[in-house]
């Protein structure tokens, strides 16, 4: 596990999309990529920094297929608060790939019988494509990844979730009240989401401090979600200097990044 600390946001966006750029170099040869994608407001600089990367001519998602990592349960996908509206605002219109490319779990359907099959589906439509080359996270302030609240099996495939009260909160700010918030999502499993090749999870901000402490060195546990993060090979974790407030073992964190940087 990478642990790479900016001291401004546009230092961790930078060194997001550089980590994001390694790993489609390192693992897509002679075929267009697979990126999984997160949504929220840590990424957000992230991905403005890989547009820049396609106007320099250093990355190219016009073949590249997208798998969005959740999608609230209740909302038509032409609504603006949708996972899809947001990844195509956010993503596609930014970087260039296009919105037939982008898959996003199925949330909106008649019944719980639907909705259960598609995301059995969407696992075997990421591995019909070869898996994600790299997935971008963000994290929960009570350490979730995905929709993957606290609780969640680690080893869970695509599923549908009910998410927690606080999460709600946290997301009300992209709505009109607390009341239009979804209860519930339908989210890539923390097993799906290890089967990437390169996680790249990006967290800003103090209220972010002790999830990432949790994930990086607190035991591995489905109280902490993101603690999964643990078993993959190819894991990095780009934060601000509020994120990191809470590591106990900065100093190496610091170091080892110096070496990775020869």
């Known amino acids: 596990m990478k642990v790479l600390i900016g001291s401004t946001h546009e230092e961790v966006a930078e060194l997001a999309a ?38 320099a001519g250093r990355l190219d998602f016009s073949q590249a ?20 509206q947001t990844l195509i605002r956010d993503f596609c ?7 037939a490319n982008l898959n996003v779990p199925l949330g909106d359907a008649e019944s719980l019988e639907v909705l259960e099959a598609a995301a059995s589906q969407y696992d075997e439509a990421i591995r019909a494509v070869g898996g994600v080359d790299v997935q ?9 990844i995905g929709f993957n609240e606290p609780g969640t099996s680690l080893r869970s495939r695509t599923h549908m979730t009910r998410l927690t009260a606080r999460t709600r ?25 290890l089967d990437a090749k390169r996680l790249v999870l990006v ?4 209220a972010k401090a002790d999830a990432i402490a949790a994930a990086i060195e607190g035991p591995l546990a489905a109280a902490c979600p993101a603690s999964v993060l643990q078993l993959h090979q190819d894991v990095t974790l780009v934060i601000d200097e509020e994120a990191a407030m809470h590591l106990k073992h900065r100093e190496y964190y ?3 990044a110096q070496v990775l940087s020869l």
């Not at 967290?203 to 103090?206: D, K, N, P």
């Open 254 to 256: 610091d170091a080892a």
């Open 93 to 99: 219109q930014v970087t260039g790939l296009p919105e």
């Open 65 to 84: 297929t997208g798998f969005a990592l959740d999608e609230y349960v209740g909302l038509p996908q032409s609504h603006e608060q949708s996972y899809r």
């Open 203 to 206: 967290a800003t901000g103090q």
């Open 136 to 144: 971008i996270l963000g994290i929960g302030s009570n350490g979730h």
């Open 18 to 55: 550089n980590s994001v750029l390694e790993g489609l170099e390192r693992y897509v040869s002679n075929r267009p990529p697979v990126i999984g994608l997160a949504t929220g407001s840590s990424p957000l600089g992230l991905y403005g920094k890989l547009a820049e990367l396609v106007k």
């Open 169 to 193: 909160a946290d997301n009300a700010r992209f709505f009109g009240s607390l009341d239009e918030v979804p209860t519930h999502s339908v989210t890539q499993g923390l097993g799906t989401v």
